[in-house]
């Protein structure tokens, strides 16, 4: 059974169509990556998985059951086992690492004060930022806000992690640092579907490589496969730009 699978999924965004007849699965500790020129669809394909965008047509299965996007039950449920981390980090700048890490487990899941905070200051330490738990958002560089977004993210204990460009919006110098964390995560065998434009680390960290193009799925296979012997004459013109620029 895979952890997700994704059936002829169709959606519009203000009219117009985005994806059309978008088909993949993903197995439980893959890391699937999206890649492809802007406007192909691929942030949309994680906006719709995580409940941000109703789909059009097509169908999405969570561990083999079908997610009904209309319902918001079923919507909650999705939430409880997918979180999205987006390119803006999107924290509270009036809070401290720390209680932006806690105040969706204790607002949102109602969960113990006390237990959320003591598993946010090791998710801090993970992400490397155990010596930042009081810092405000100004205090930090751009990676490291983006390595409290994740570790948000994370205190949600997902199921699967959605990663839109994450590093997209820092300082060259700062992309290794989120991408270092990211290794760590593949490496304890978490699920992640990642839009990046990272191509050496699409290559190094990924499962499967799907390559999309006007919101369809050109090609998909492993990274060896898409990046040295790729079977599209499109998708080999697209790594042709991006690996030499």
């Known amino acids: 059974m895979y952890h997700l699978e994704v059936k002829n999924l169709s959606a519009d965004y203000g009219g117009h169509k985005v994806l059309n007849d978008v088909s993949f699965t993903v197995d439980k500790g893959a890391i699937v990556s999206l890649i492809g ?3 192909s669809g691929k942030s949309t394909i994680l906006r719709v998985l995580a409940g941000l965008l109703p789909p059009v047509s097509g169908e999405i299965l969570l561990n083999g059951t079908p997610v009904n996007y209309r319902d918001r039950g079923d919507v909650k449920a999705v939430r409880d086992c997918l979180t999205i981390v987006f390119q803006q980090f ?42 930042k738990l009081n810092a405000y958002p100004d205090q930090l560089s751009g990676g490291q806000q983006q390595r409290v977004a994740i570790a948000r993210a994370l205190a949600l204990k997902p199921e699967i992690l959605l990663l839109d460009e994450v590093t997209s919006a820092l300082d060259p110098e700062l992309v290794q640092e989120v991408l270092d964390t990211i290794r760590m ?7 992640m579907l990642t839009v990046s434009h990272e191509m050496g680390f699409v290559k190094e960290v990924s499962s499967k490589v ?26 080999r013109q697209f790594l042709g730009k991006v690996l030499h620029r």
């Open 37 to 39: 020129p802007s406007g």
């Open 90 to 131: 999107n924290l509270f700048q009036n809070m401290t690492a720390l209680q932006n890490v806690t105040v969706a487990p204790v607002k949102i899941r109602k969960r113990n004060r006390k237990d959320v905070e003591e598993e946010a200051v090791e998710l801090l330490k993970k992400v490397g930022l155990g010596h």
């Open 185 to 191: 995560l593949a490496s304890e065998g978490m699920t």
């Open 210 to 235: 799907l390559f999309l193009d006007g919101g369809c799925i050109v090609e998909s296979g492993s990274p060896r496969q898409i990046f040295d012997h790729a079977e599209e004459l499109r998708t």
